[in-house]
């Protein structure tokens, strides 16, 4: 079993709608936990970063970590199609940087 | 400020070949690994370094080589490229000290034939 597990997706929504994308993991060390965006033949670029439990917003975007129940989501409001694109979560144990990441799910926001 | 930048964007290589893909960043990370990208997969981390000096291995070290002689430069080098080596691969850096944030290089498409 992997130690990251991301829902697959492909994720298809008209835009306006709400994304939700979520993973869950094995490892009860794992206390940070971050969102990447990355768009086709791109790199990928660090959206959400937050630590331990709870909830964190920036704009239309929502990450929220639930450690008891070793579940993290990201909440995407009011889409659009400039968020068509595939999102990796991950995480790591304090002061490691080898990151665990999901295998990531592909979302399309159609216009 | 460019950021991480990787060279070259594209490669293709023969069965039993070398080459170093190249990891530069400017702005003065601590961290910095490799990682490659296959479909299903994931990023999965190859090599990493805490500074300059010092490497060690990630998940999937067979195959590849590191060095780490200055703080902005990290290449890896593939020794006898496998048709199991075609991926594309990712440098990344972080601040390190505590903040675990990873910044990518835009990738190489390597393909071995």
């Known amino acids: 079993q992997k130690e990251v597990e991301q829902d697959p997706g492909p994720l298809s929504v008209p835009e306006g709608a709400i994304v939700s994308l979520n993973c869950t993991y094995s490892?009860?060390?794992?206390?940070?936990f971050m969102w990447y965006r990355q768009y086709s033949r791109k790199g990928p670029e660090l959206l959400m970063y937050?630590?331990?439990?709870g909830n964190k917003e920036d704009g239309r975007f929502t990450a929220q970590v639930d450690k008891s129940s070793k579940y993290i989501s990201l909440f995407i409001r009011d889409s659009q199609p400039s968020d068509s694109a595939t999102y990796l979560c991950?995480?790591?144990?304090?002061?490691?940087?080898?990151?665990?990441f999901g295998a990531g799910t592909t979302v399309t926001v159609r216009a | 400020n460019a950021g991480v930048t990787q060279t070259p964007k594209f490669q293709v290589l023969k069965t039993g070949q070398s080459m170093t893909l190249q990891c530069a960043q400017d702005?003065?990370?601590?961290?910095m690994s490799w990682y490659r990208q296959d479909p299903g997969m994931g990023l999965r981390l190859i090599h990493y370094?805490?500074?300059?000096?010092?490497?060690d291995q990630g998940e999937v070290p067979n195959g590849y080589n590191v060095s780490r002689s200055t703080t902005e430069d990290f290449p890896l080098r593939l020794l006898s490229a496998a048709p199991s080596q075609t991926s594309v691969y990712f440098c990344?850096?972080?601040?390190?000290?505590?903040?675990?944030?990873?910044?990518f290089g835009s990738g190489t498409q390597l393909s071995v034939l």
């Open positions: 990344a850096s972080s601040p390190g000290g505590g903040d675990e944030k990873l910044f």
């Open positions: 490892n009860s060390a794992f206390q940070y």
């Open positions: 937050t630590y331990s439990s």
């Open positions: 991950a995480m790591c144990r304090p002061n490691d940087y080898k990151l665990s």
């Open positions: 702005m003065n990370h601590e961290y």
């Open positions: 370094s805490v500074g300059a000096g010092i490497t």
